[in-house]
């Protein structure tokens, strides 16, 4: 019983500081300040910064509004580092292989997944192709001044 709790503790401490990681990199993208963003989404700066630390939690109501001011789904707000993902787009291993050859892996992964699987699949695409949509013209805009 003792183990279970653990877990749930550490799952939770980890998705707090996904989101307060993914919360700063956001609005530090979008050159705004703490108190900015505060006012924002109707929270005390002092919270806010303590929630970007990861050292509190915030409710359901303040995410989403977190989420619609940074036009980002709550799942990835919660469950996805985005500064990784960032990072992962400017990997020089992001452009290796055919487009060919990627989309054969795809179809091949994608013949033996029910309709919910596919259902899923087409939702996170649509999601993953609007967060990276910026970062990806971010990436080209950076290479091209340099």
Do not use: C, W
């Not at 996904?18 to 006012?39: H, Q, V």
């Not at 109707?42 to 989420?67: C, D």
């Amino acid at each position: 019983m003792g183990k279970a709790q653990d877990t749930e503790i550490y799952d939770t401490a980890h998705y707090v500081k996904i989101i307060g990681s993914n919360i700063r990199y956001e609005r530090k993208k979008r050159n705004l300040t703490i108190e900015e963003l505060a006012e924002m989404i109707g929270m005390a700066p002092g919270f806010l910064g303590l929630v970007e630390r990861g050292q509190r939690g915030t409710s359901i109501k303040n995410l989403v509004k977190v989420a619609d001011i940074f036009s980002i789904s709550l799942d990835q707000l919660i469950t996805i580092d985005l500064r990784q993902i960032e990072i992962n787009l400017k990997s020089p291993a992001a452009g290796r292989g055919s487009r060919n050859a990627k989309l054969t892996t795809l179809s091949s992964l994608m013949k033996n997944m029910n309709d919910a699987e596919l259902e899923y699949l087409i939702v996170n695409i649509k999601a993953l192709r609007k967060l990276t949509h910026t970062v990806v013209r971010d990436v080209e805009v950076s290479e091209e001044d340099a």
